[in-house]
T-cell receptor, first 112, second 116 residues
Framework: EDQVTQSPEALRLQEGESSSLNCSYT??????LFWYRQDPGKGPEFLFT???AGEEKEKERLKATLTKKESFLHITAPKPEDSATYLC?????????????FGTGTRLTIIP | DSGVTQTPKHLITATGQRVTLRCSPR?????VYWYQQSLDQGLQFLIQ???????AKGNILERFSAQQFPDLHSELNLSSLELGDSALYFC???????????????FGSGTRLTVV
C-alpha cells in the first residue's frame, strides 16, 4: 500500500533559522508529489507539485525538492508568518479517479 | 477565499443523529473530493465524485454516503453518528482528470463536526 511519512512531527525554529522538512514515500509509480500548507482551523493551501526526481520548485522562502524516495521542503530564513502545518501528499489513481494520499504533517513554529 | 464553499462551518449534534454537509466546488471544477481530518489520523480520503458520478472510494464508513448533483455541488451525509466521528470534514475540488496536473486540489475551509 502506498505510504507517506513526514518528519519531524513538530519543529520549532528561531526566526531566520533555516531548516528542512522531510517527506518519504513508497508508491508504485509516482504520479506527482504535492506540498500543502495548513493553518489552524483552515483548509490546506496548495504550495507545489513535483513530478520527477531532481525537480525543484521555489516560492518565496520555500523550496521543494524531489528524489526517488523522498521530498524535502527547505525553509530559508523563516519568519513567524511561516508557522503552519506543512503536508505532503502523493497522487494515486488515473483519469477521473485520482486522489491524494496525505502524510500526517509537520507542525512548524517560528519563534520571533 | 479559495472558491470552494462549505456549509455549515460548525455543527454540534448528538450521538445517533444524522447530518448533511454541503460543498460547492470552485467554478469550472468537475471533481469533488471529501476528506476527514481528525487529530490522530490526519487527512483521510473518503470519496470522490466526477461530474455527478462516484469515481473513487477511500476509507468511508457504511454510515456515510455522498452524492454530487447536476449543478456539481456535493453533499456528505453522516448517519448514526458516534463520538469518534467528531472531526473536520473538508471538501476539495479540481477540474477533473487533468486537475492535479495543474497544481492539485483547492480545499474549502471545512466543517467542524462535534458529536456529543
Amino acid at each position: 500500500e502506498d505510504q507517506v511519512t513526514q518528519s519531524p512531527e513538530a519543529l520549532r525554529l528561531q526566526e531566520g533559522e533555516s531548516s528542512s522538512l522531510n517527506c518519504s514515500y513508497t508508491v508504485s509509480g509516482l504520479r506527482g508529489l504535492f506540498w500543502y500548507r495548513q493553518d489552524p482551523g483552515k483548509g490546506p493551501e496548495f504550495l507545489f507539485t513535483l513530478y520527477s526526481a531532481g525537480e525543484e520548485k521555489e516560492k518565496e522562502r520555500l523550496k521543494a525538492t524531489l528524489t526517488k524516495k523522498e521530498s524535502f521542503l527547505h525553509i530559508t530564513a523563516p519568519k513567524p508568518e511561516d508557522s503552519a502545518t506543512y503536508l505532503c501528499a502523493v497522487r494515486q489513481g488515473g483519469f477521473g479517479n485520482e486522489k491524494l494520499t496525505f502524510g500526517t504533517g509537520t507542525r512548524l513554529t517560528i519563534i520571533p | 477565499d479559495s472558491g470552494v464553499t462549505q456549509t455549515p462551518k460548525h455543527l454540534i449534534t448528538a450521538t445517533g443523529q444524522r447530518v448533511t454537509l454541503r460543498c460547492s466546488p470552485r467554478s469550472g471544477d468537475l471533481s469533488v473530493y471529501w476528506y476527514q481530518q481528525s487529530l490522530d489520523q490526519g487527512l483521510q480520503f473518503l470519496i470522490q465524485y466526477y461530474n455527478g458520478e462516484e469515481r473513487a472510494k477511500g476509507n468511508i464508513l457504511e454510515r456515510f454516503s455522498a452524492q454530487q448533483f447536476p449543478d456539481l455541488h456535493s453533499e456528505l451525509n453522516l448517519s448514526s453518528l458516534e463520538l469518534g466521528d467528531s472531526a473536520l470534514y473538508f471538501c476539495a475540488s479540481s477540474v477533473g482528470g487533468q486537475g492535479l496536473l495543474r497544481g492539485g486540489y483547492t480545499f474549502g475551509s471545512g466543517t467542524r463536526l462535534t458529536v456529543v
